[in-house]
């Protein structure tokens, strides 16, 4: 699945466009530390940020601290210097299994950016700039100031269902069906395709018979009509 991101005249012009971008992105916690090391003897996690990376994210290490510490209550969490985190030791009690298992978990934490955003990539169409995602999320992606919402997309049908109705849905497959043939040179009249997008959106339920051992009865919900 993936987005075109419009954005609002005053973002569009390709300013800062990147860090714009960047912002949308579900970032996790391993994106951004350059290692993790066990003290087994401690049993506890050191973690070595790097600073660059929180920086253009438009973070620190303190609030690290405070996302790890609301992920992770039962473990405490310290500050070593300027790029370095300290979790668990202290009277926590676990065995270094337990230990291998709360770094995984750590590496997974998210801490910036639009969740299920995998990929974003900055690009100019005509006199604008859009952005390009790998992933989806429109309930969220709509919702941000610097959005244009009238002219976003995804080609996730099921979230256009559930954000913008069944109409809009029919509208996404319709699109991407012409989308693929004209990019294999076909000329397919626009109303065989509305039909199979319109088709594609029934549900049918297949119910037992009283006099028939065989689901003979058919019930058709049509949501367009």
Known sequence: PMMEIHLKSHYSKGQDIKKLALSLKETLIEEVVTRFVINPLGLSIDITVDEQKLAALDLDVKELKKKLRTAFKSFPVEVEGEN????????????????YKLKEKIKKLYIKGVKNIRQVLPVKKDEEYIIVTAGTSLHRVLALPFVD????????IH??????????A??????????VIETQGLN??????????HANLLRIAMLPSPRSPQPVTRQVWAPIT
């Open 84 to 99: 370095r985190l300290i979790i668990g030791g202290g009277k926590q009690k676990m065995d270094l299994k337990e230990l």
């Open 149 to 156: 919402a009238t002219r976003t997309t995804t080609n996730n």
């Open 159 to 168: 979230e256009v269902a559930e954000v913008l109705g069944i109409e809009a």
């Open 170 to 179: 029919s509208d996404v497959i319709l699109r991407e069906v012409l989308n």
């Open 188 to 197: 397919v009249d626009t109303r065989h395709i509305m039909l199979v997008a």
